[in-house]
């Protein structure tokens, strides 16, 4: 069974962009896709500019597929898989991540 | 059932292997079972790019085989075996290792050796041949404890060793018997040429050596001993003294080999056995062998042909080359020597840029017989295609040599070759396959070499790939994908049009319009940079802020280590004491690097997310704006003193420097733009190399427009003359309007002028002449600009809501704790990845 942790309201997360979530020292990126309410979680680490900034990046679709697109060096990772898209050994963790009761909550347990 | 024939392949090379992948994809590939032999450790690799084994490419890299090539194919592969006999009789062939198969058809595709002087001492230690990759292993094993190294040989290998040796630290040499470098390609004022070049970069060349013996050297491990006496003392030697065809298995069989080595072929590459083939660098033909793969790959061809019954001949192969050696172009083409009765010589030679170039030519001139070019050998592509198509030559044959000092080009565009041109020399590909294949669907040059395999051989055609694909592009009209990306099939330019003409103010109504998806940074940005333009609404409203860049979104530049730059607006470089220790107290505070921009101002380096706000609120507190340094808009109006203080003045350049930088402060644009106002034609501020450029004179302003610094400068063009200060503005409002409408995404000025179908007269005539009918409009569109500016930082810091934002956690206060300086010349900068594991490794 996932251990559900509460982050923040549906409110605070920002629509069709990012935000960052501290969770048990973990820096978490949350997007928030509005027209289709669905919210992705992914590290907030880029694995190329070796900085935690993946939530300051452009969110869209690659052939339907939701993806974040660096802020620094523009590759795209897919938030359903955490893949990258421009580099095959290149994969970020992703993390399970729901809304409950207009609250946002994440499990770290995949 | 019929019984399928054995064939069996002797040698896994670079031919042979590219043999076997004719054959498979050849429509009798069932009706045989396939064989090979491979001497080496590895499957065929490819040695044409060898030397890049130093620069960091492994044995996997340089692999010719497809993964599971053999397996897909059902081809058994003898590892690590060498074929030492053939039995012709009764038809089989043995191995080293004891296999014995027999075979219906037999193709020999042994390659060559490399030859090694029967010099006294050749065979001492530390002495190597340049063919396979475990010679370039031992050869940079031995490298680590040595100093110099010597080449025998100064034909296209020994240079090409030369290189390798340089690049493992070796004092190089280059030892050669004959007078001149590349004797067989270059004549003596191109060796001349070369060896100068050659020499230029600490690579000594000593031509008409004589090895007699090499002994014990004194300094080094080895001295080489020359006929006239003189000596050279080396760590390493390398010969590379040419290749002699490996007949060995051939002789031994009693198949025919030529007179001076080789194995014996027809024009259907048949040995004197007629189920033995020979292909390759192993093969001679009519006297001749080829040290090329091409040949090779053609030799190839021609027995699959055979084997299918079909009629194909070899017919000698073309010997051009074209290469860099050391960074320094060679180019070598037909006959260089000029040996044939008759033939004329044109040559060019530049002593200061070190170009040397001649023609041969035949004696009515009217055919390209021969070339050599020696540090630029830019038209080898045409130049090959008049010797190779026996094209006419142009009146003057030297036009094709001289630089031309016009713009005229004198190049051979591809619509003038035939289409049996061949465009590929290592595949084999002409013209006319690639103007098929383009017809077929390959747009793209991935998709054209995919299909062709043109181009992925020695790369030397790429050039002229690229420009048959795209006249051939043009010519058949076919449209060029310009859609800018998967969810809008629309250019820039469509999109901006569609947004005026539906009156579109947000990106989601744009995709629900007329797109697909979700969207993704490429048209999120572009939209977003077209609604701001227009509309020149705040960035970060609702409707805007998803589809901002990065760094517009949070109205600063992100560093590579995530943290901001921060640059106030400092028009004209103009900035008071006040305003300057201002800017040095809120760095102080904040502990941030400052340093002067190359746009006369000051940047403020190292803020973190969560700083952004307070450090903003702080400067506008002392009246500074944002400086736009994070936007596609207008970042810097540089200036000179001007008259007010400069002797030589004749207007004042930073009051309208000022007056323009606040005139088009916050203008979106599809990429940033730069101004620069200069007080006299010495041209201080450099505003000829800006997108807007001003200088004054006597009679007023002269306007430039279009200038570009950066990857590719260029000089902007003078517009108009000798303005009055409203019709500058007007012209320059009307000028940036047009570009805002009708430039493509990220296209500076300079691209779009040179984009722009009649160019600067045709953007006169819009501008000056109002031939469109469209200046009114162009002028409310940026006075509308101008009268709703707002400072971004200022309304957002004014903004609670949009301050949450910047927070770096939405569910903490917390900052980044990632985030790490050290300390150089005084001020901070990011730490490197060893700082930062040194760091790591003191906190636990
Ligand atoms: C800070 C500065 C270097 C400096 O320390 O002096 C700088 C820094 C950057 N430049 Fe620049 N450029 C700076 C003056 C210039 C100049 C000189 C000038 O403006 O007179 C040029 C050549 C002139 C020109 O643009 O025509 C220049 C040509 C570029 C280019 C190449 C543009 C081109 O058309 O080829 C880029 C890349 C781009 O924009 O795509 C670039 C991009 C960048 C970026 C934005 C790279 C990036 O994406 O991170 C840098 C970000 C700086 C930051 O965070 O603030 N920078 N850059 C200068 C800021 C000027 C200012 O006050 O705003
Ligand atoms: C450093 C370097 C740079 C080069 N640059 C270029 C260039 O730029 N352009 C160009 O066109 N060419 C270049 N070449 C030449 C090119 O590599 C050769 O023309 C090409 O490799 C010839 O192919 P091949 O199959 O005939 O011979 P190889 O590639 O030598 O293959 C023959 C194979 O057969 C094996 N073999 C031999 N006898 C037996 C046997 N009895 N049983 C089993 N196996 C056997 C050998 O071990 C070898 O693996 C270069 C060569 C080198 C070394
Ligand atoms: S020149 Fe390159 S490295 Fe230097 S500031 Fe400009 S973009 Fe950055
Ligand atoms: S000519 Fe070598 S790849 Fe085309």
């Known amino acids: 069974m996932s251990n559900w942790i509460d982050i923040c309201a549906v409110t605070d997360l920002q629509a069709d962009s990012g935000v960052c979530a501290l969770v048990e020292g973990k820096q978490i990126a949350i997007f928030y896709f509005a027209k289709d309410n669905a919210v992705y979680a992914i590290d907030n680490y880029d694995p190329f500019g070796k900085v935690h900034v993946l939530s300051r990046g452009l969110i869209g679709d690659i052939k339907g597929e939701p993806m974040v697109s660096s802020p620094l060096y523009k590759q795209h990772f897919s938030l359903k898989t955490g893949q990258c898209f421009d580099d095959e050994s290149v994969k970020n963790t992703v993390y399970a991540i729901r809304i409950e009761n207009k609250r946002v909550e994440i499990s770290l347990e995949g | ?844």
């Open chain 2, 1 to 844: 059932m019929s019984k399928k024939q054995t064939l069996v392949v002797i040698g896994n090379g670079m031919v042979g292997h590219n043999f076997l992948e004719n054959l498979v994809a050849s429509d009798i590939r069932d009706n045989y079972d396939i064989v090979t032999f491979c001497e080496e450790e590895r499957p065929a690799y490819d040695r044409v790019h060898l030397t890049e084994f130093f620069s960091g490419k492994t044995a996997e890299d340089l692999s010719m085989v497809s993964d599971g090539f053999f397996d897909a194919n059902n081809i058994k592969i003898h590892i690590g075996d060498k074929a030492v006999s053939i039995d012709k009789a009764n038809k089989f062939v043995t191995s080293a290792k004891g296999v014995a198969i027999s075979y219906d058809k037999l193709i020999l595709a042994t390659g060559s050796y490399a030859f090694v002087p029967p010099i006294q001492g050749h065979d001492r230690e530390n002495c190597f041949v340049y063919r396979t990759i475990e010679d370039l292993e031992a050869l940079t094993e031995a490298a680590k404890a040595a100093k110099v190294g010597a080449v025998v040989g100064g034909g296209l290998l020994g240079l090409e060793a030369a290189k390798a040796l340089k690049d493992l630290n070796l004092k190089t040499n280059v030892v050669q018997f004959s007078s001149r470098l590349m004797s067989a390609q270059l004549d003596t004022g191109g060796a001349d040429m070369l060896a100068a070049k050659i020499e230029a970069l600490d690579i000594s060349v000593l031509p008409s050596k004589n090895t007699r013996k090499i002994v014990d050297g004194t300094e080094c491990k080895h001295k080489m001993e020359f006929a006239d006496g003189t000596s050279l003392e080396t760590d390493i030697v390398l010969y590379s003294a040419g290749i002699r065809p490996r007949d060995e298995i051939a002789r031994i069989s009693g198949i025919e080999v030529g007179t001076r080595g080789g194995i014996v072929i027809n024009d259907q590459c048949k040995t004197s056995d007629p189920d033995i083939y020979a292909i390759g660098e192993c093969a001679v033909w009519n006297e001749e062998t080829f040290g090329l793969v091409a040949p090779g790959y053609n030799m190839g061809r021609v027995v699959v042909a055979d084997l299918q019954g079909q009629e194909a001949q070899f017919a000698g192969a073309d010997m051009s080359t074209k290469l860099k050696l050391n960074g320094v172009d060679v180019a070598s083409i037909g006959d260089a020597h000029g040996n044939a009765d008759g033939s004329l010589i044109y040559t060019y030679q530049n002593g200061a840029d070190e170009i040397y170039k001649s023609l041969v030519v035949s004696a009515d001139k009217k055919k390209l017989l021969g070339a050599v070019l020696v540090g630029d050998a830019s038209g080898y592509g045409a130049l090959s295609q008049y010797y190779l198509n026996a094209i006419d030559l142009p009146e003057h044959p030297d036009s094709l040599i001289i630089p031309s000092r016009s713009d005229e080009s004198v190049g051979l565009g591809p619509d003038a070759l035939p289409d049996s041109a061949q465009i590929c020399s290592c595949f084999d590909v002409t013209k006319g396959q690639i103007c098929s294949a383009v017809e077929n669907g390959c747009h793209t040059m991935p998709a054209l070499k995919d299909e062709t395999k043109a181009a992925t051989g020695c790369g030397g055609c790429t050039a002229l790939l690229k420009s048959v694909l795209d006249c051939e592009l043009e010519k058949s009209g076919f449209e060029v994908n310009t859609d800018i990306c998967e969810h809008f099939a629309y250019t820039r330019q469509d999109l901006y049009n569609l947004m005026m003409v539906n009156e579109i103010k947000s990106f989601n109504d744009f995709l629900k319009q007329h797109g697909q998806g979700v969207g993704c940074e490429v048209c999120r940005q572009a939209i977003g940079s077209i609604l701001a333009s227009y509309w020149n609404e705040y960035v970060l409203s609702d409707q805007q802020m998803s589809v901002q860049d990065t760094n517009d979104t949070f109205l600063a530049n992100m560093q590579k280590d995530g943290t901001y730059s921060v640059v106030p607006r400092m028009t004209g470089g103009e900035v008071t004491p006040e305003g300057l220790i201002a800017i040095g107290q809120i760095a102080k505070k904040y502990n941030l690097y400052t340093k002067v921009t190359g746009g006369q101002r000051v940047d403020l380096f190292g803020a973190r997310l969560d700083q952004l706000p307070p450090i903003w609120k702080e400067l506008i507190d002392a009246g500074f704006e944002s400086g736009h340094a994070y936007g596609k808009s207008l970042r810097t109006v540089k200036s000179c003193v001007g008259s007010t203080w400069c002797r030589f003045g004749v207007d004042d350049s930073v009051g309208l420097a000022v007056a323009l930088e606040n005139r088009y402060k916050g203008l979106r644009a599809p990429h940033k733009i730069k101004f620069a106002v200069s007080g006299c034609t010495r041209e201080c501020a450099e505003a000829q190399g800006k997108d807007i450029g001003i200088i004054a004179t006597e009679g007023g302003w002269n306007l430039y427009v279009c200038g570009n610094g950066g990857m590719k400068p260029r000089h902007a063009d003078l517009f108009a003359t000798d303005l009055d200060k409203e019709t500058l503005i007007k012209y320059i409002d009307r000028v940036l309007a047009f570009y805002v409408r009708t430039a493509d995404r990220l296209q500076r000025t300079s691209v779009w002028m040179e984009n722009m179908e009649g160019g600067l007269d045709y953007l006169k005539s819009v501008v000056i002449d109002d031939k469109l009918d469209i200046c009114a409009d162009l002028e409310t569109h940026m006075q509308n600009v101008v009268d709703t500016y707002q400072c971004e930082w200022k309304t957002t810091i004014e903004d609670e809501d949009k301050l949450k934002r910047f927070r770096h956690f939405v569910n903490s206060d917390e900052t980044d704790e990632n985030i790490l300086f050290v300390e150089e010349r005084g001020q901070i900068r990011p730490a490197n990845e060893d700082e930062r594991e040194l760091a790591l490794a003191e906190e636990v």
